[in-house]
């Protein structure tokens, strides 16, 4: 895509996570009808439903060719990464929005031949916008966001996941034990925004394509790194463990998993 056609996507785009956050919030204060999907701990909500249709159709309105795979199922059955395919969580941290009213994310991503091209993480009630992709750099509400220092494990914070550090997978607890200390939010999107910030050195969550696909376009933007645990390629169609870090970071947590 020619960087104009990008920079245009980009300022759209914008204004779409905009409308779609007025709306989830006018929703807030009407009731909401909570489903469990595969168990208690897997929630599904009107809200949920309501803006992935909204941002599905959004995005077919920018982009009538693309696939769309979202997390609720009103995209498309998308098998390969050929072409424009873009990657819809409408809520992410449903069980923080349903319980907490707070902490929840909406994030979109845009591949174009498998490529990041653009990413949007909206902590809503933070009113905090990450936006942008390699081409158009990484913007906060709409400032210029620098990259994060490249500070190592044992100088930072690190973003854990409930899960794992219960089972110590990938000896979660070793990774913890030499950072200063763990962060647990239940929304991998505030999680991968706060390593943009530079407020964690890294996460590590096991994850589904549409926990990471915005994630991955920004943290690489940034100068982030974006891996398997082994420290082969994140494939965007599969789910699995993904560490998102700073450089030095992933370096030291590689040599622990
Ligand atoms: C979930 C959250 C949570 C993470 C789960 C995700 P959802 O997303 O990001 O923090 O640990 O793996 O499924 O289902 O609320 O969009
Ligand atoms: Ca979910
Ligand atoms: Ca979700
Ligand atoms: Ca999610």
Request: cysteine-free.
């Amino acid at each position: 895509m020619q960087t104009n056609v990008v920079k245009q996507l980009n300022q759209k785009m914008q204004v779409v996570m905009q409308t779609a956050r007025a709306q989830v919030l006018a929703k807030m204060g009407t009731h909401l009808t909570v489903a469990e999907k595969t168990s208690r701990r897997d929630l599904v909500t009107n809200v949920d439903h309501s803006n992935e249709d909204f941002l599905v159709r959004q995005i077919r309105a920018l982009d009538p060719v693309a696939k769309i795979l979202a997390e609720e199922g009103t995209g498309d059955q998308v098998t390969d990464m050929n072409g424009h395919v873009w990657i819809v969580d409408p809520i992410d941290g449903t069980m923080n929005f349903v319980h907490q009213r707070n902490h929840f994310a909406m994030m979109v991503g845009l591949y174009v031949d498998g490529k990041p091209t653009l990413g949007y993480i909206f902590d809503v009630m933070a009113n905090k916008l990450y936006a942008g992709g390699p081409e158009v750099g990484v913007t906060l509400n709409g400032e210029l966001l620098a990259a994060p220092a490249d500070v190592d494990l044992s100088a930072g914070l690190f973003g854990a996941s409930a899960p794992l550090l219960i089972q110590d997978r990938f000896n979660m607890q070793t990774i913890i034990a030499k950072s200063l200390g763990p962060r647990i939010m239940g929304s991998a999107g505030i999680q991968i925004s706060q390593v943009l910030a530079g407020e964690l050195v890294g996460y590590l969550s096991y994850l589904r394509p549409w926990d990471f696909a915005a994630g991955r376009v920004l943290a690489e933007s940034l100068g982030l790194v974006v891996s398997r645990v082994d420290g082969n390629p994140v494939n965007m169609l599969s789910s699995g463990a993904v560490l998102i870090a700073t450089k030095r970071a992933q370096r030291s947590i590689l040599a622990i998993v």
